[in-house]
């Protein structure tokens, strides 16, 4: 790929790897409908909550249709499709939690799902890219891009936790969008020595991490603990390191052996990864090969940007060769501004999900009766992971803590709290 090429004759742009100037990583104007022919998918996927609740969403499914993929043309068709598919999907598996889980998605979604997952290059499972960065619309084509006006395309049980948790992660992706344009000014000023061009670059880049941060705050308002812990948890997990499912799915008519997938998780967010890589920030041993495998579930574009960002020239040996206090100054504070994000997710962790689970364990030994309480419904084998399958805490600790490393030499740290 040519904006992998480290000779100064080609600049690093972003123009190859699917990221917009205005929106980064979402998928711009992601399509409502689909070709008529799919209907049948849309008429379900759109009452997935309703249908789960009702305990029919099973029955409709195994009554669908059997659909090809064959009139899908257009990379946003497949987009959507895959988000429908996936909440089907979903729904399906955790329709009656984490006692009753099947062992077999029935061929006439499996097989359309293979399909367009082998087609866009993604797992057959809801990923980030989803949830996420696929299904979001304007209320008003011609408003701000805020909570107030944007919605889902569809959703999950959960209710209006279920839409203040995925649009306060899309406005997260859109905070960092002036991020991501730096990257290749960053990169091109490495190459060809222009320390002031890469200071200024860097400034840019921690305002925006920065304003990642102050985003996430949104999730305290726009969601509730017990509903994202006691009900929409499940319907993120995955049939990857989760006792609920040890053996996997069958995908039917698609392999008789049961398949292994993980859920949604924030590892899944290409930002990081992309951060990572451009401030040498290493992650090793197990929260490494995590983050590592958590690439197969981005848009295959996303994932190439990052390995391309780690094979550019080191900037933070470009840094410590300089001597520019500017230049110092906003590396620190870049590597400071990480490790914030990364320790305020932590803190978004304990609240939602350490928490509730400390209260729902706390609520099974002192009653058998308390299947009232939400939380206390909440699926038992998931109450120390995150839905990615990962041991959540000691996974963000090791992370964070590993972020730390990046900083530049003791002797010039202090520089990372003048901002």
């Known amino acids: 790929m040519a904006a992998a090429e480290s000779g100064s004759k080609s600049l690093f742009s972003l123009d190859s790897y699917h990221v917009s100037e205005e929106l980064g990583f979402i998928l711009p104007d992601p399509l409502e409908e689909l070709p008529a022919f799919y209907q049948p998918w849309l008429d379900i996927a759109l009452r997935v909550p309703e249908l789960v609740q009702s305990h029919k969403l099973r029955y409709l499914i195994n009554k669908m249709p059997m659909l090809g993929s064959q009139f899908l043309q257009k990379h946003k068709e497949l987009r959507l499709a895959h988000l429908a598919l996936s909440m089907m999907t979903m729904g399906y598996v955790w329709q009656e939690g984490e006692n009753n889980t099947v062992e077999m998605l029935p061929k006439n979604l499996a097989v359309p799902y293979w399909e367009v997952s082998q087609r866009l290059g993604l797992p057959p499972i809801l990923t980030h890219a989803d949830a996420a960065l696929a299904n979001w619309r304007k209320k008003d084509p011609e408003g701000p891009f805020d909570m107030e ?14 839409r203040g948790f995925f649009m306060v992660t899309l406005l997260v992706e859109l905070a960092a969008v002036p991020a991501l344009r730096n990257i290749p000014t960053v990169i091109n000023g490495v190459r060809c020595g222009d320390t002031e061009a890469v200071a200024r670059a860097l400034e840019g ?53 049961p398949m292994e997938y993980s859920g949604g998780s ?31 579930y ?29 230049l110092n100054q906003a590396f620190q504070r870049c590597v400071t501004n990480l490790l914030a994000f990364r320790s305020y997710h932590i803190n978004v962790v304990s ?17 058998q009766d308390s299947g009232g309480d ?31 490393d990046a900083f530049l030499s003791e002797t010039s740290k202090g520089v990372m709290y003048n901002s």
Request: proline fraction near 5%.
């Open 149 to 162: 006006n944007l919605e889902l395309l569809v959703s999950l049980p959960g209710g209006d936790s279920v």
């Open 205 to 257: 880049i921690s305002q925006s991490i920065q304003d990642m941060t102050d985003t996430f705050k949104l999730m305290h308002v726009y969601v509730e603990p017990p509903v994202f812990y006691g009900i929409m948890r499940i319907y993120l997990s995955g049939w990857k390191d989760n006792p609920c499912m040890p053996k996997g799915l069958v995908y039917e008519g698609v392999s008789t052996e």
């Open 266 to 296: 924030a590892a899944q967010s290409s930002l990081l990864h992309c951060f990572d890589e451009l401030l040498g920030v290493k992650h090793e041993d197990k929260s490494g090969a995590f983050l590592t495998r958590m690439r197969n």
């Open 298 to 326: 981005m848009p295959s574009a996303h994932k190439q940007l990052i390995q391309d960002i780690s094979l550019q020239p080191s900037l933070k040996s470009f840094v410590q060769q300089q001597d520019s206090e500017q």
């Open 351 to 367: 609240r939602f999900i350490t928490v509730p689970a400390a209260r729902a364990q706390q609520l099974r030994k002192k009653s």
């Open 374 to 404: 939400m939380v206390s419904r909440a699926p038992m084998a998931l109450e120390e992971r995150g839905t990615g399958g990962s041991g959540i805490m000691t996974f963000l600790k090791t992370v964070r803590d590993q972020t730390k």
